[in-house]
């Protein structure tokens, strides 16, 4: 009898009652992928531009046909392609898979390239699925800045990126300042940030690094506010072009950000996590089977850190 994987995914852009699953065969991998039994995934704000129709992958999928989603993996390896080096089945491994065009963690099982994961300990926790693209995203938005010249103002600080973004820079050794309509909440009780308000930030005149993961109207306002000599790195692709337009005129240094596979940064991520100086602070827990639940709680807009799906 042929074995069968389940993925998750969309043959229609539009709301989370789009998302729905296909049985496909299990074959073996290519020579330089990693088949991987997912235990844990997470979701993240590309996966919910995606199935809504917006941004580059969407951009690329052809009418009616079906687009898996999901980046991030928790999971063990079943097979290993002929020219794998370093893993073996029976191996516990995270990564972010598929970035950016070739979606497919919202599954039973993935076909990963073998670089684009590491080796972890077999007891690591369902949680660590959202170290992956939200911590790699965090880590290379500050790969390339001195701790010692600037503070770091980071909004959407409760999110999965902001709220992994706020402990790196402070690994590091930044002075980072969370901006935030919610400046009583746990996240910042629970990590030990003080963070102020859109209106304190902007009640003055502020140089600093701007870490923008909000983008449009907000990251522009923000970004508005920066003195010249000032650094900015915009996350959201969709209104980058404008944020960087208003850094311009700001006599602001300004890049996007587009998150890339890196062994490296994510064994820097997984060391600090091991060491217990980085947390993934986990909101709510779904099934794989319950993923249209779990896109429409992301959607509310009140969630902090990862919300993690189980296989």
Same mark, same amino acid.
């Given at each position: 009898? =042929? ?39 997470? *979701? ?7 199935? &809504? ?67 972890? =300990?077999? &007891? ?30 980071? &909004? ?27 400046? =009583? ?60 337009? *208003? ?14 596979? &890196? ?49």
């Amino acid at each position: 009898m =042929e074995k069968l994987f389940r993925q998750y995914g969309i043959f229609q852009f539009g709301g989370s009652t789009e998302l729905c699953v296909q049985d496909l065969p299990l074959t073996s991998p290519c020579d330089q992928q990693v088949l991987v039994k997912v235990i844990s995934t997470s *979701v993240n704000p590309i996966d919910i531009k995606t199935r &809504n129709g917006l941004g580059y992958v969407a951009q690329g999928k052809v009418t009616d046909a079906f687009l898996p989603l999901g980046y991030d993996v928790l999971g063990e390896v079943v097979q290993t392609g002929d020219t794998v080096i370093g893993f073996e089945p029976g191996d516990r491994v995270i990564g972010m898979v598929g970035f950016a065009s070739h979606p497919g963690s919202y599954a039973s099982h993935v076909y990963c390239n073998a670089c684009e994961l590491i080796k972890v =300990e077999q &007891n690591a926790e369902a949680s660590l699925a959202g170290l992956c693209l939200a911590g790699l995203t965090a880590w290379q938005a500050l790969v390339d800045f001195d701790p010692e010249k600037m503070p770091v103002y980071v &909004n959407a600080a409760t999110g999965g990126v902001g709220h992994l973004l706020l402990q790196i820079a402070r690994l590091r050794g930044f002075d980072v300042i969370p901006v935030s309509r919610r400046t =009583e909440h746990q996240v910042f009780s629970i990590l030990g940030f003080q963070a102020i308000t859109l209106d304190a930030y902007l009640s003055q005149p502020r140089k600093g690094l701007l870490i923008d993961l909000v983008g449009a109207e907000l990251g522009q306002s923000m970004t508005q506010n920066l003195l010249a000599g000032s650094e900015l790195v915009t996350v959201p692709t969709v209104t980058k072009d404008q944020v960087l337009a *208003v850094a311009h005129q700001q006599g602001v240094t300004g890049r996007g950000l587009l998150v890339e596979a &890196n062994q490296v940064h994510l064994a820097c991520l997984y060391e600090a996590v091991c060491a217990g100086q980085l947390q993934v602070l986990v909101d709510q827990q779904f099934k794989l089977s319950d993923i249209q639940q779990a896109h429409e709680f992301v959607e509310q807009g009140a969630h902090f850190g990862k919300v993690i799906i189980t296989a």
